[in-house]
């Protein structure tokens, strides 16, 4: 018997690990490079081109755009890419790949707050978590860990500052600034860390907690304010006050104009995501409460902590630690609420869930324990029922992420890639089409991507796909009129002339 309970953490810890690997690799290999990812990459394939940090353009008019403000993933993520596709590796895998790397050290992170906040299972469930949340929802998804976009690299980078805050604030705060130049929302996490870095200790004086304070905000200013020293010298200050102008927009828009979203369509989509029915979830979300409730009872009563440290532990680096998860998840769901023009797409304040809704999971587990250790009779059926139904409800989201983890939207990258060779064979400079598949193809085959509505694109060779249309006969319809001679169809693209 002490053998098989021995072997019950090793087993699940496989289990978990091998989930993210069935995750991943799919991410990697087999869905199709979206579009968000595609203009991405434009950026670090321009570097290496000797253009500098700057964007095709697509959705700036359609031309070389030095540090586009469209592009809302940070240096921080698509530098590395840069790296990566110097090698003179495939991009799409180059690229992924250091996404995954980024994947890998949000769960590395997760599991060292998570462990420290209840020991070995706290830190499996708080590295299970990400599996839970679906954030695949069209037509702005972040279809799997691998995706070349700044949600979890930001993640990952909050984690890591939740993970040093106490013994080094100022590498907190460092770690907070990359977070914000993976993806300038990570801002949000700020108000948490500043109040764990500010009452980590007891009994300090208001200078005292001021000195923890400002080491965090000093060191969160530098990667901005180097990114910010590299925009002056290249646009001019005139150019980066024009382009900071512009960013403030964006960033406050959501990058949407056509309409606004309630605070109760966001809702229902924060609470639809986590792969359960919404009221499965509203019951996870109760039961998690209680069980927490039930165990802040015992504990003010006496009862110890189950980990090392005991109370003391809990009065201060844990309860801290508590206390900023939760203002961190508020934070990042009070902003999501309220900002009408941000879709109700849950990619986009999804680097706050990675982060705080996994370490809050954890504070599950330690109440857990704190119930099974109880020596009243209800408290130990509330933990056993409560383990139960928590392992239940994470095995079934895992399982359903696992499931549809290579369930992608229309073709695959095999069939962009195969596409992309053709079209690159023409040899064509730029390429204008409609937002969509078409940016996808057109980045992989070698050429930069325009829209066909910009006046920059007049007279670029165009390119357009099937699945814009309802078929194949109503496409070579309305081809007669919008392009001129054919000059490549293959898979559901076809390339002409101007018209």
Same mark, same amino acid.
């Given at each position: 018997?002490?053998?098989?309970?021995?072997?019950?953490?090793?087993?699940?810890?496989?289990?978990?690990?091998?989930?993210?690997?069935?995750?991943?690799?799919?991410?990697?290999?087999?869905?199709?490079?979206?579009?968000?990812?595609?203009?991405?990459?434009?950026?670090?394939?321009?570097?290496?081109?000797?253009? $500098?940090?700057?964007?095709?353009?697509?959705?700036?008019?359609?031309?070389?755009?030095?540090?586009?403000?469209?592009?809302?993933?940070?240096?921080?993520?698509?530098?590395?890419?840069?790296?990566?596709?110097?090698?003179?590796?495939?991009?799409?895998?180059?690229?992924?790949?250091?996404?995954?790397?980024?994947?890998?050290?949000?769960?590395?992170?997760?599991?060292?707050? $998570?462990?420290?906040?209840?020991?070995?299972?706290?830190?499996?469930?708080?590295?299970?978590?990400?599996?839970?949340? #679906?954030?695949?929802?069209?037509?702005?998804?972040?279809?799997?860990?691998?995706?070349?976009?700044?949600?979890?690299?930001?993640?990952?980078?909050?984690?890591?500052?939740?993970?040093?805050?106490?013994?080094?604030?100022?590498?907190?705060?460092?770690?907070?600034?990359?977070?914000?130049?993976?993806?300038?929302?990570?801002?949000?996490?700020?108000?948490?860390?500043?109040?764990?870095?500010?009452?980590?200790?007891?009994?300090?004086?208001? *200078?005292?907690?001021?000195?923890?304070?400002?080491?965090?905000?000093?060191?969160?200013?530098?990667?901005?304010?180097?990114?910010?020293?590299?925009?002056?010298?290249?646009?001019?200050?005139?150019?980066?006050?024009?382009?900071? +102008?512009?960013?403030?927009?964006?960033?406050?828009?959501?990058?949407?104009?056509?309409?606004?979203?309630?605070?109760?369509?966001? !809702?229902?989509?924060?609470?639809? #995501? *986590?792969? !359960?029915?919404?009221?499965?979830?509203?019951?996870?979300?109760?039961?998690?409460?209680?069980?927490?409730?039930?165990?802040?009872?015992?504990?003010?009563?006496?009862?110890?902590?189950?980990?090392?440290?005991?109370?003391?532990?809990?009065?201060?680096?844990?309860?801290?630690?508590?206390?900023?998860?939760?203002?961190?998840?508020?934070?990042?769901?009070? *902003?999501?609420?309220?900002?009408?023009?941000?879709?109700? *797409?849950?990619?986009?304040?999804?680097?706050?869930?990675?982060?705080?809704?996994?370490?809050? =999971?954890?504070?599950?587990?330690?109440? !857990?324990?704190?119930?099974?250790?109880?020596?009243?009779?209800?408290?130990?059926?509330?933990?056993?029922?409560?383990?139960?139904?928590?392992?239940?409800?994470?095995?079934?989201?895992?399982?359903? +992420?696992?499931? #549809?983890?290579?369930?992608?939207?229309?073709?695959? !990258?095999?069939?962009?890639?195969?596409?992309?060779?053709?079209?690159?064979?023409?040899?064509?400079?730029?390429?204008?089409?409609?937002?969509?598949?078409?940016?996808?193809?057109?980045?992989?085959?070698? =050429?930069?991507?325009?829209?066909?509505?910009?006046?920059?694109?007049?007279?670029?060779?165009?390119?357009?796909?099937?699945? #814009?249309?309802? $078929?194949?006969?109503?496409?070579?319809?309305?081809?007669?009129?919008?392009?001129?001679?054919?000059?490549?169809?293959?898979?559901?693209?076809?390339?002409?002339?101007?018209?």
């Amino acid at each position: 018997m002490t053998l098989l309970r021995r072997a019950v953490f090793p087993v699940a810890l496989a289990v978990v690990l091998l989930a993210h690997v069935l995750v991943a690799v799919p991410s990697l290999i087999e869905l199709r490079l979206w579009e968000d990812e595609a203009f991405n990459l434009t950026v670090p394939l321009n570097l290496l081109r000797g253009l $500098g940090y700057t964007s095709d353009g697509t959705l700036s008019g359609s031309q070389l755009t030095p540090f586009d403000t469209r592009i809302s993933t940070g240096p921080v993520v698509l530098l590395p890419v840069a790296a990566a596709l110097a090698t003179g590796a495939d991009m799409v895998l180059a690229g992924r790949s250091v996404m995954l790397l980024f994947y890998g050290t949000l769960l590395a992170g997760l599991w060292v707050v $998570g462990r420290r906040i209840g020991g070995r299972w706290a830190g499996l469930v708080a590295v299970v978590v990400p599996l839970a949340l #679906d954030t695949d929802a069209r037509p702005s998804p972040l279809q799997g860990p691998a995706d070349i976009l700044g949600e979890i690299p930001a993640a990952a980078m909050v984690v890591l500052a939740l993970a040093t805050f106490r013994s080094r604030p100022w590498l907190a705060g460092l770690f907070l600034g990359l977070a914000v130049q993976c993806k300038a929302i990570a801002l949000l996490a700020l108000p948490a860390l500043f109040l764990a870095v500010f009452f980590t200790e007891p009994g300090e004086t208001l *200078w005292q907690r001021v000195k923890r304070v400002l080491p965090m905000l000093g060191t969160a200013l530098i990667p901005t304010a180097m990114v910010s020293l590299w925009q002056i010298i290249v646009l001019g200050p005139e150019g980066y006050r024009h382009r900071t +102008h512009q960013f403030v927009d964006f960033l406050f828009s959501g990058g949407q104009s056509a309409r606004t979203f309630s605070a109760g369509e966001k !809702l229902t989509a924060f609470l639809s #995501d *986590w792969r !359960l029915p919404l009221p499965a979830t509203v019951v996870v979300i109760l039961g998690a409460l209680l069980i927490g409730f039930c165990a802040v009872i015992l504990i003010r009563r006496g009862r110890a902590l189950p980990i090392a440290g005991g109370q003391a532990a809990l009065r201060r680096e844990r309860l801290v630690l508590l206390a900023a998860a939760g203002v961190g998840l508020l934070t990042w769901l009070a *902003w999501w609420l309220a900002s009408s023009g941000t879709p109700a *797409w849950v990619r986009h304040p999804s680097p706050g869930f990675f982060t705080f809704v996994p370490v809050l =999971a954890a504070y599950v587990v330690l109440a !857990l324990r704190v119930l099974n250790g109880a020596p009243r009779l209800w408290a130990r059926v509330v933990s056993v029922g409560g383990a139960v139904a928590f392992t239940a409800v994470l095995t079934l989201q895992v399982a359903a +992420h696992v499931a #549809d983890a290579r369930v992608g939207a229309g073709e695959t !990258l095999a069939e962009q890639s195969r596409a992309a060779v053709a079209i690159g064979a023409l040899d064509e400079d730029w390429l204008a089409g409609a937002w969509g598949g078409t940016v996808s193809v057109t980045v992989m085959s070698g =050429a930069h991507a325009a829209l066909a509505d910009a006046p920059a694109a007049a007279r670029a060779t165009r390119i357009w796909v099937e699945y #814009d249309h309802s $078929g194949r006969a109503e496409l070579r319809e309305w081809l007669g009129s919008h392009c001129g001679r054919e000059l490549l169809a293959t898979g559901p693209y076809v390339v002409c002339g101007a018209p």
